[in-house]
């Protein structure tokens, strides 16, 4: 049971990354890819239907932390709570900033809400960039569980350590790359065009930044990961932007998976003393508790990943943002 819900978790955490990676990366290249009011709004409207939907598995990924491994969830929201507490935040004023662009007819009110974006979601995935290093790294956990330290130090001292700096400059690029991408296989156009040179360039940095990632952590899956940003480099060079796509989603996938498997059965290391690191099976809910939401995740799980499928099939045609003459 503790290893289904461990494998939930991490599919739940791995579909976040994974949508709302393009999502950022969109946000961040609308005003980049946009040169006019027009092509904006297209670059917009390719996340429209979707991002609302797909901030679901964060609920989901957040929701199954704390109710099959509440240990876990304690340790680190005690720890992390300045950056969540940021990037909920951020995620907030990007979901105003997507919400109210069409509210008001003025071109400075849109470009001043596709700013917000750009800003709020860079934001967000540096932080979160920084978090998953924080999670490769380890914190300072007592052998009571708690991480030493008290107030804005105990949050602040992991930011700047070199692995969250490493995660945050990985995440960015593969965020950009990710919504570079999703531009190409999404748009037609101008907006088309550049997003697959901007895909072309950012592969071999996104690689890089992924093989230096990797040689840190000494995971395979993310040296795995580095060589398939560079595949949809090379495969948006070729204009083969459904592959390239592919390719950057399973990077993603494969970096987020390694960043949860690389110690192990260890969930969350000590730096002080490798004997109080959180494992799974020490960090998990008691049996009882995880039969319950095992009846609850068979009932509602399923039900999400179909209509996701559904939406995406639904809104899966181009957005033009080529200006079509009257």
């Known amino acids: 049971m503790i290893t289904f819900w461990f494998a939930v ?15 950022f990366g969109v946000g961040v290249l609308g005003p ?5 009011e027009h092509e904006r709004g297209a670059i917009v409207r390719t996340v429209g239907p979707f991002w609302d939907g797909n901030e679901v598995w964060l609920v989901a990924a957040v929701g199954v932390t704390f109710a099959a491994f509440p240990d876990w969830y304690a340790a680190l929201m ?9 990037i909920l935040l951020l995620l907030a004023i990007r979901g105003v900033s997507l919400e109210f662009r069409g509210k008001h007819d ?5 470009r001043r809400a596709d700013q917000l974006l750009a800003w709020s979601s860079g934001g967000i995935v540096l932080l979160w960039g920084a978090v998953l290093g924080i999670l490769v790294d380890g914190l300072a956990l007592r052998a009571d569980g708690e991480v030493t330290g008290t107030g804005l130090a105990r949050s602040l001292s992991p930011l700047v350590s070199p692995a969250a700096g490493i995660g945050a400059l990985a995440a960015l690029a593969a965020a950009i790359l990710l919504g570079a991408t999703f531009l190409a296989l ?22 890089v930044a992924l093989l230096l990632a990797g040689v840190i952590t000494g995971s395979r899956l993310t040296l795995a990961a580095a060589a398939l940003a560079f595949v949809a480099g090379l495969q948006a060079r070729r204009s083969r932007e459904g592959t390239a796509f592919a390719a950057v989603a399973t990077a993603v996938a494969g970096a987020v998976v390694a960043v949860f498997t690389v110690h192990g059965d260890v969930v969350l290391r000590s730096t002080l003393n490798p004997a109080w690191s959180l494992t799974r099976e020490s960090a998990a809910a008691g049996p009882e508790a995880l039969k319950i939401i095992t009846v609850a995740g068979v009932l509602i799980l399923p039900g999400v990943l179909v209509y996701q499928a559904w939406s995406y099939w639904v809104f899966r045609r181009r957005v033009a943002s080529e200006r079509v003459a009257s």
């Open 106 to 110: 003025s071109p400075v009110w849109r």
């Open 186 to 207: 999404r748009t037609t156009g101008p907006v088309r065009r550049r997003a697959r040179d901007v895909a072309r360039h950012l592969g071999t940095g996104t690689a």
């Open 78 to 86: 005690s720890a992390l709570y300045l950056p969540m507490v940021l």
């Open 32 to 36: 980049v890819l946009g040169r006019d």
């Open 9 to 23: 978790l991490v599919l739940a955490w791995v579909l976040y990354f994974v949508l709302e990676g393009f999502d």
